[in-house]
C-alpha cells in the first residue's frame, strides 16, 4: 500500500496571505486541526495548526504568513512512498496528519491519523470465524467440524479450560482478530496456537486415512 | 486489553474558572489540543480543544467555563471498558482523545490517538521472521532449513515467482507484518498462506518419515 492510496486528497488548505480570523472560522466550522500552506501552484510553503492561530490570535497576527512554520519544520511524505512509513511517521511525531507531495513539491493530499485508525480498526475487527473459514477451505478435505473439534482440543490442551467445539465455534463468531491477539498474549502466540490446531487436524486426517 | 492499560494517566486537565488566555498559552507550550474540564473532585464537567480556544479568543471569553462543551456532548469511556471500545469509539468520532472515568465518574485519565497509533504500528512492525520462528518452534521435528524450502516452494507455487530458500529466509528477514499482510492482499490471504506452508512442511515430514 502506497500514500496515495492512503491519503486523503480532498483536503482542506490555506494561503499565507489569508486573513487569520477567517481561517480560524473556517477550522472551527469545518473542525480541522492542520493544514498545509501552499501557493498558487499548490507547492508546499508552510504548515499550520490551531495551536498557532491561538498564538496568532492573542497577538493580534494578521494573515496566516505570520504563524506558520516553515518548510524545513515540517514533516512531509511523498506520494509514492509506502503507507509503513507514513504511519511510521504519524507515530513518531505525534502528528494529526501530514502532508502528501509529488516530485514536483506539489500538496497533493494528506494523511490524516483518523484515517490511519480506520485501516487498523478494520483489520483489528476482522472476525476470527474468517480466519477460520480461510483455513477451512485450504485444508482441503478437512470438514469445519473436524477444525472446531481439534480448535477445541488445541484450547483444553493449552488453557486446561474445558471447551466443546460448539462453544469453540461461539466464540469464533464474535471473537475479533484484535480480541484473539489481546487473549492469546500477542500475534505470533495467536499464530502458533492456528498452527498448532492445523498440524493436529491434519494429523487427525493423516490418521483416518490410515485406517 | 482494558481501557486503563491503554490510558495515559499523566494527562492535562483544566478548571472550568481558568483563565482563558493562560490555557491557550499552556496548550501550545505543552502542545495538547484537547482537555477535559473537571472540578475540584476531579470528576468531568466539561471537554474543551484548541478549536473552542480559538472561538473564545476571538470572542474575548475570559474564562473556559464560556468555551467548554457540556458533558452530554462528551464521548468518554470508563477505565474497565475494553481497550477495543475506546479504538472503535476514536475511529467513529475521529476524536484526538477520549477521557476515562472511574465509577465514581472522576477522570483518571485519557485515551489519545497517538497511543492507539503506537499500539497498533508496534504490531505492524512485528517481523515476518518472528512469526517463522514462532511456527518452527511450535512444529517439532520441522527444521528451520525444512520450512525455508517449504516457504520457497509454496510462494513458487502461488505467485509463480523463482525465489530459493535463501531468498525467502533473507525476505522475512526484512519484511513486517504489516507490509506481508499488504502484499500478500488481507490478513486472511496472509494467514492462509502460512497455514499452506505449514501443510507442505507436515506432509514432507510424513513423506520422509514413511520411506
Known sequence: MRVKELMDSNFNYVLAADDLIEVSINMENHRFFTAPVVDDNKKLVGWITSLDITRGLRENVSTIEGIMHSTDEIISINANETARLAVLKTSEYKLLSIPV?????????????????????????????????????????????????????????????KVTAEQYENNIHNATFGEAIWATGGLEKFFVGLIAIGELVLARKVGNARK
Open 101 to 161: 507531495l509529488n516530485d514536483d513539491n506539489q500538496v497533493v493530499g494528506v494523511v490524516k491519523f483518523s484515517d490511519i485508525l480506520n485501516t487498523f480498526s478494520k483489520l483489528y475487527e476482522i472476525k476470527v470465524y474468517k480466519i477460520f473459514k480461510a483455513m477451512e477451505s485450504e485444508l482441503k478435505g478437512v470438514s469445519w467440524d473436524e477444525l472446531m473439534e481439534a480448535s477445541a482440543i488445541v484450547t483444553r490442551r493449552r488453557t486446561g479450560k
